[in-house]
């Protein structure tokens, strides 16, 4: 395949899974009486479910691997839409790389793994694992990135921040392509999205360029500051649910708050509730694969409501979320607008008592 | 085990592998003519090695996982003591929950994975898999970060930045309490230590509470300048290798500086050399365990030494270090002193072309 | 746990999976256009229908690992009901220690491993990770085992003819106590069940009881014959695909036939169809997760229609299974009635070139 | 590489690891220090020279997966010279392809995954992930096994008489070409070696070649037998203990003759010592991943000494073995002859109480 095209290679786009079109409660009911992963996932499926319908609860969507590149955008875009998250914590490559990208109108296409590499380095064409991208097209949005940095004031942001004009940015004339952008779904119904690793994607190219061209004066990328803001997210929620796809920074992150508000003096519980779909080992010792059981001993998870579910997430996502979905208990949900919070200048910040 | 004590529990320390002291250059041969991971490694160990030979090479070592509270710390320290590393990209557990909090003359301690994590809570004792930590200790740890954040002048600073006032600080009296401080011997070297997703660790609980209690005026941490840093290492090295130590964000961010480079239009090659040792499978489509060749689309990595062993760091490193020590092609390298660069603000630099 | 009870053990059976309750195509259709597993998964469910769907193709299933404690039992029991597979190959597990078992009557029930072992030891009930057994039912099944062995002629047997018996035992009376029955279906559709490592179970207790006591004249299994028979299936089937769960004995038995055959000069084709489902790992070198493209080096199966699946069987096999039953391509399939032909004393043996 | 010759792909044989050239006592005491993989290596190292120290425990060596292919032959080849273990379990792979295939003369190859497999196939040179076989020399090696079973009187055979008689051929005149003949060093010390699937393997090509030309009246292998033989070890050895090497048919069948000897009514005890090195995930529930504390429950293996290792044998058993070498407890050990009883037509067998 020395002299491939990139026309030949980018022909059919991936599609996004839709669970409002799939109802799974039946097949989740009937796992529930089976073993090994199937029961795993429907009692994970069960949790999801407590947690929206426990009023006192605040959910924390944690993102990590290439997910959307993988068809299961829409399921976090619907999610969204309909109160069954409240905040998001996740890697750059999902939120920048792939739902901005996706916003701003590119795709990602089906391909294979079985490929000569150097082939798609000379079609310009990136390759994740069996899915395809467009290199010309990841220009676009590294350099769309590096015109936001530009129209910042030169000060640091939260990569809260930083989303949050990306999501203005799309809601702006037409810039946006699609109906599903999670970036400007999440901007309109103020969830905040933290990427706490932001460097680690597109944006870090986009900031890049930005600090490069100018040296002396630019917007910076301040990591701690989303640290400080979803502790106040914790503060502000009496529990909090997690979700964690993956593992990595988001899991790490967002299960710190709770050490990160008890080194504060800061009155907090440990999450209530935590799932984890991961096919990360423990064995390795690393925080990707660690057991939600590891985690009670720093204090970070309880004990009761947590569930890790051994599964690539392509399978284990549209099941749990459709039937989560179609449970409906997200129906009495109000929308926590945790932006609202974090953006008032004004609004009393808890004092830390060391 | 509903009463157990903390002094129960830590007991014995780990203690930290020795290159110096085991030769595993016969055994690595022997390696090379086997198959599986055996021979992989053995490939590895020599990849590393040609990168020490090669002159115009420099190393970035990656790092992530539990690696130093599992016993790899002195192998990176004496790698950095020896100029076989010029610049480390890191995740934040290594270099300040485990190496930093090490420096203060605290320990990690043998422990198992059977055992009652709602016990070792009660106890205030963490654990990391088969091993157990002081959770007190953890917190000294946090609040000399949080006085270490408070003594910055408040702007953005990279996380190399910090990192270098953390040694700093250990190269102060009595601070430090060991002989094999990375943190310390990085410092001293100029080799500078990149922590991508510096947040999260226990430098995010230090700049919490800095920036907590000095809401208007504190120092931030800037993820972008550490991406700008690592390109500018990237442009001054002519070759580059890679000895990555599991995935994540380490693996990515390092990758990345040769697409953050072409971005700019800067003249720069892809990594020449690339090694990772991992347990993590390709076919969840995440990064980390991504292969090196999939890399190769991006135009992030060549791919005539690349190799990717299939193992849990504390088998692996032992041996490929040991064998790159004692073969000493090391010892005809000069010390690449990149924080120098970096540090100076009078060095030109490489101007962008777009 | 120290004096836990059984009966406060075994309180909950599994209930197996019924694929003809769930629609899985929409759900399939919707993941093939996705990347990853799921699509691998649908890629995986299209080639099973196009087995179904060719003529001259017969199915081999090959089961390894502990399905049908899991709720996978029913799956196949539909499946041989409604000529979706006219050949078995199985790990003894499955057959023996599982289905023949529930067959009399007993359970498989709702465990967890979060369990002290020695307590279970204590109270008789067996561990398959997160399910339990009453070890006193197996023991049960052992004997009804060993009566059977000692019913036989003493000649050596193929492990297909032995189940055969087993079907006809459940056959008489009111042997059988469960409608959904796998050995007795499959004695009644005349379809072969091979176990190629038969002593490996619940029948090797039997057996071993049956031997002991009779060491001058008895029963024995001939595993030669096994694959003798299932070579004999391959020449009379046209075509062949292998619908493999787990890895194994099973998926080497049964591609090794093809091998077989070329070795006796009889003509015959490579598998023309292959699908593995496994969370087996490519990197160990081990037959269990060696790639079906590996396979073909092997002259075992050709690689126009195979496709690995990443994903713990629980998940996987039913929504496979459900969209196979659904399309119904097996509809206008015949039973292939394997059993008649391997019965057969007088039916012609195709003669051996070498 | 459409038109690759076969001479162009088998170039550089595989060599075996040496244990007795490399003494990793240090290393392995080194390890003992840390955590994860390397103290359970090292833990696993200590258990296994324990087993060999304790006089009243026989030892059982069981492996799958292709270990002697990838240069750990010679390692078991040693351990049953040096009466490092008393009988061995293991998958016909192993044994028969690989072993008995070397001692015929012939070699494997290293070789590259990154391939065309139709290639190969027309090559006639099979893979083994990254190592190449003569396709024609394993053909050389099935006749020779047919041979063996026509040679052989017409009754069934215990996979250990069979492999016995292999031993007896190697020993015949030069059949046998090479000096690490694990086949032939067994013979001559009277170490049984079992392969519960025996029919899985050359042997089984050997057999259905042997058998498919004399219909009426073969050889045939008992795998029962082999069942009652391994029992009657279990009973002659006090105590035992199992060095696993992967999981599959080998483990599930050496870890079952406690269960086979309680369900006799004979007085014998648990496994005393136990030891798996393995990449197995236990999550899907199969018995090749899980742990041994599940095993415990059935009664096969008390947990005082238990440890698994999670790697691949090439890199973890050329380090357990060396150590347990150098520490020379195995020189005040007296071979066990197991052979010798189980050919004794006239030993006295224990009488069963059931």
Partial sequence: MANVKKSDLLKEPVEHFDITKHNTISMVEAMSKMAFSARDLARASDIYDRMLADKDCSVILCLAGSLFSAGLKKIVFDMVQNNMVDAIVSTGANIVDQDF?????????????????????????????????????????????????????????????????????????????????????????????????FSDCSAGFGFLHHQWHNPESHASIDSAKDFRELVRVKLEAKETGLLMIGGGVPKNFAQDITVGAEMLGLDTNMHKYAIQITVADERDGALSGSTLREACSWGKVDTVWEQMVYSEATLALPILASYAYHKGSWKKRAARKYNALLNDEKAPIPAAKY
Same sequence: chains 1, 2, 3, 4.
């Fill in 101 to 197: 990208f996706e916003s701003l109108g590119f795709k990602h296409y089906k391909g294979t793994k079985w490929v000569d590499d150097h082939a798609l380095r000379s079609a310009r064409v990136d390759r994740i694992y069996d899915t395809f991208i467009d290199e010309d097209e990841l220009g676009v949005s590294d350099n769309t990135l590096s015109e936001i940095a530009g129209s910042l004031k030169p000060k640091p942001y939260s990569s809260r921040e930083i989303i949050e004009e990306m999501g203005k940015y799309l809601a702006t004339g037409k810039n946006c392509k699609v109906k599903d952008s999670i970036t400007l779904a999440a901007f309109k119904k103020q969830v905040p999205i933290f990427v706490p690793a």
